[in-house]
Each structure stands twice: as structure tokens, then as C-alpha cells.
């Protein structure tokens, strides 16, 4: 399905792929996945063709709206000033504020922020709420820093990003390196700055000051129920079945939890570090002690459970691939499956990939999954439960109102399973089989195309 671009039958989706490529040649992750999602849309363009391309439906579609960069100017705790940039890309509002997570992490650059605001487009879509794509972030890397410089170089971000941001305007969340502490040092600083307590501003709050039930839960359970239902619609039980997961943060933890409640035997989990294999099943207590209080390595493990075992990353294949396992959950990073490590894990037996991370899987490694009859949850859909209810977050707020665990629990549910319908039947109506990337592009881009089209050429 992600054809390559010179089997392509369509002329005017070859033309725009290299327009795309000469225009963000120094872009290469925003690259891949414009390409993953359009070369999937090939049979709804070639029925649509003559009327997407009077529009420029297309080109518009890969140019965000806006993008923002900015200086953000702190002082660590040697009182020596650091300079990190900033990014907001709003991506595209045709169907809501624009929503996205915030990401922390060294590796953060233009082609990161808008191959995120790109996938954002098409999750937020799915989930059925009204959300737009966007997404932003920071070179900043909170790993080492005290609590003090993390509040330090939050309040600075804010002070920019706040003038772009609101309720009805752009929402941003979470992602790599922003967990509920950084969002309430963003949250104090709007507040301040707005003299407003505009709770809608951001998702991913605390408990006690308008953030909701299940949304540091919602990601990895989300995952789960999509993964579920992916396996029951294939008749397959997730009961027994061992599962290994890339990363060890929010997503991981808690696809983690949900999967041990549904059964499942999960054997190891990771950090950028190494991995940690226990056999007798992971003790997800123990990963959230080392991980949401202590932030530390995922290695130290090994002091609460000394029969467990530790490999270093020191190869080009994550040691993470080395265990074998039915079910494989990449929850860490963009491109943390390569061809390589595909043709291992296709090696080693596995059946169902679920993607909780963005883009974990390189184009050629999905392309070699649905050659082998893998099933793979794409993460614009399986992911999509941290958004959906970042959305349901900002209806609470709205509402001045909260519901209860189970409520927020029970609507996720019944939206990761919409998720998984609308990715199954767009697939077979366009004769692809069990190809859920395809059938998530294609749910997903009929709703976007759709909103854009009625708002005329803006
Ligand atoms: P966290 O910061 O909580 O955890 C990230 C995890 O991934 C850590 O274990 C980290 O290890 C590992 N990791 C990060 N970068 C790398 C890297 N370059 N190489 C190897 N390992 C790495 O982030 P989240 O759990 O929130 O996010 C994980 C993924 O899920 C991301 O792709 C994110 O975009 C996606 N996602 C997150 C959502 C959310 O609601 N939070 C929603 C949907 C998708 P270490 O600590 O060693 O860096
Ligand atoms: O990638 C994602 O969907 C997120 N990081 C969550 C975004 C959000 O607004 O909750």
C-alpha cells in the first residue's frame, strides 16, 4: 500500500510528492510521512482528481497554516543564561482549535514538529471530536535539569507561546519530556500572564485544577482497546498472549497496565538506555516508582527484581527486538523500527504491531509488515486515545463539570473501537485487506478534505 512513488497511477499526487521533497528537502521525517499518507490515498485522489487539483486540495494540505518559532531564554541553576527555540506549527483548523501535544526532547526540530502536526491532522480527525492538527515543542531536554530550571524554562516558553495559544484557538497537551508537572508550570504562567483561569487552554492538567479523569491513562488504554478489537475482528484472543513494549514513559506505562488487565503477558519494556526482560511479567509498580516518581533508568529494575534481565543499546536494532514476543507495542520514538528490525520481529513470530508511539515504524518496515500478514495499528488511529480525550478534557472544562473515571473510561472505549470500525471498513471499501494504515488514511482524509472543501480556498 505505501506504493512507491514511481508505481504511482495518479500524476498529479507524483507531481505534488516531488514538489514535496524539493521543498522540504532538509525535512526528511515530515517527508515520510506526507508520503506514507498520500501514496494511501491514491484510490480516493484518482476518483476525485480533476476537483482536488483545481483546488489545490493537496497542496494545501502538506502547508501548515502557520508555524511559530521563537527564542526561549532561561537561567539554570548556575545562574548561566541558555537559549533553546520554541515551535508551534498549526497545522490545520478546518475541524477544530488546533490540538497537539507539546514535545521536550534535544532531537526536536522543524521536520519533528511538522511530521507531528501532519499525523495530528488525520488522529484528531478520527477521533470524531472537534480538534484541528497541531503540535509544538522544544530543543529543550528536561533530563538532568532540576525542578526549578524545568519551572524556569516553562514560564519562558509561555511567555511567547501564550500569545498564540487560547481555548478556541490552539490547545496544546503533552508528549516526550512534558508530563503533568510541565503543564502545570505552563498552566501558572498563562494564568498569570492572562489573569484569566482559562482551563481550556491546555490538556493533560492536574486533577484539581480542570484536568480529567483517564487522560494519563488514556494513550496506552486506548492502544490497548484499539489492539483488542483489532485482534477480535481477526479472531484472535489477546488473553496469554506475551507482549514486549518499546519506552517506558506515559504511553508505555499505562498500554502496560491495560494490557496486563486484559491478560496479556508483558516480558519487557525500555528506555533510550537498554531494555529490561522479566519473564515471569514486568511489575508495571515498580516501572512507575523508577519512571513518574524517581525519574530515573529503567535498569535500576534490577535492584527490586534482581532476576530480571538488562541489555544495553548498543546496536542499530533496539535490544528491546531481540525478545521475541506475539505482540509488539513501539512506544518511544519516531523510527524506532527500521527494515531491519522488522524482518526480525517477522523472524521471531511475532502477529500484531500497535503503534503508540508517532511514526515508530519506517515506511519500508510497515511495507514489510503488511507483506507478511502482520496486523498493524497505525498510530494516527491506536494513539489516538490521549487526544480524544484531551478533547474530552476541554468539553469538561466547557461544561464547568467532571466526570467520573468510569465515565471517561467507558466513552474512550467505545471511541478507540469507532477508531478501529472507521480504519476497517475505509479499508475494504477501497479493496485494501486488513491494511488498517491504508484504512485510517483514507477515514481519516475524507473528514479533513471534506471540512476544507466547504470552507473555500483559504
Ligand atoms: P515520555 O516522555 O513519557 O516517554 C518517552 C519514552 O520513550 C521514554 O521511555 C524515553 O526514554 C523513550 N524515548 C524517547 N525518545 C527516545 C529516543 N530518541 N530513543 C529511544 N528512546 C526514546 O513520552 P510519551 O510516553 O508521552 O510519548 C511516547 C510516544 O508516544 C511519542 O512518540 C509520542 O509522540 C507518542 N504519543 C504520546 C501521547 C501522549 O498522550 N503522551 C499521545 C499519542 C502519542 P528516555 O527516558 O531514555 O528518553
Ligand atoms: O501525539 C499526541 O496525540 C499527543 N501527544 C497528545 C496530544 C493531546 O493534545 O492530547
Redesign the pocket.
Known sequence: MITCTKELKSSYLKDIIRQIKLKNNFEPEFIQAVEEVLSSLEPVILEHEEEFKASALLERLVEPERIISFRVPWVDDKGQVQVNRGYRVQFNGSIGPY???LRFHPSVNQSIMKF?GFE?IF?NALTGLPIGGGKGGSDFDPKGKSDMEVMKFCQSFMNELQKHIGQDTD?P???IGVGAREIGYLFGQYRKIRNTFEAGVL??KGLEYGGSLVRKEATGYGLMYFMKEMLKANNIDIKNKTVIISGSGNVAIYACEKAQQMGANVVAMSDSSGCIYDKDGIKNNIIKNIKEVNRGRIKDYLHDVPTAQYYENNSNIPPVYNIKADIILPCATQNDITIDTAKLLVKNGCMAIGEGA?MPCSNEAIEYFLGNNILLAPGKAA?AG??AT?ALEMCQNSMRYFWSFDEVDKKLENTMINIFNQCKNASEKYGYKNNYVAGANIAAFMKVSNAMKEQGII
Do not use: F, I, R
Request: proline share 0%.
Open positions: 490540538k497537539g501535544g507531528l495530528q488522529k490547545v497537551a503533552g508528549d490538556t493533560g508517532n494513539n490521549g487526544v484531551s
